[in-house]
Structure formats: structure tokens, C-alpha cells
């Protein structure tokens, strides 16, 4: 059997949290997703553009949420690096937990890390091909 057509792109992320409600204000607020659905009180779907995040609250009983699950971050693509430099300065006069400045990478990147009310790492990040694709609907 042959190796189907490649994907569309990774565009839904499903996070277990553990307050929901501040991490829809991190998602909705402060990085602008809107509620796209929300079909009972511990789940909440968000979207921007063709991208989907799903909260789902986490048991308050659950000591660990997911064991074995390894996930290291998830990324929101900007426009510019002086996007990346901005959205640093709005999260952290939020009061967003950060975990390094904006820095340049190798490939032309631009990011910086930052952490969601429930822990996740979240980096925002301008990357020149992707940038490209973005805007003239081609691939990367």
C-alpha cells in the first residue's frame, strides 16, 4: 500500500486544563481565538482562521493528566518579527508567565515562550517560509 496524500496541515490542538476559565481568557482575550463552540460547560472549542483548539477541563481529582503524554508546546504563527516583539510586550504587561525574551534563529526565525494559566508552552513565532505561505496561499 502506498503512503496517502500528504496532510492539510496540524490545525487542531486538544488540551486537557485544569481552569478552564482562565485559559479561555489566555486563548480568547489576550491571543484573540474566538469561541467557536462550546457545547457544554467543561468544553470549549476556539478557532482563528483555519485553526481549532479544543479545552476540555481536566477531573479536579486527576493527579496526573495524561501519563506518558509529551507534549512540548504549541506555536501561533505571526505575521513579522516585529509581531513577535509586540506580542511579547502586550502578554507580559498581561501578566503572562514568560519563559525566555524573543530571540533569532538560525533558519530567520523570530519566537519567544510563554506559558497558558494551566502550564502549556506556548511560543509565538514568525517564520519567514511559513509567513510566505501564509500570505500568498502557497506551500511553505
Partial sequence: MSRPATTLGMRHVALRVRDLDACERFYAE???MRVAWRPDPDNLYLSAGPDNLALHRAPSDAAELAPGQRLDHIGFLVATPEDV????AFLSEQGVHMSEAPRDHRDGARSFYCFDPDGTSVQLIYHPSLAESERT????
Fill in 30 to 32: 489576550l491571543l484573540g
Fill in 137 to 140: 496561499g502557497g506551500p511553505p
Fill in 85 to 88: 516583539d509586540h506580542w511579547f
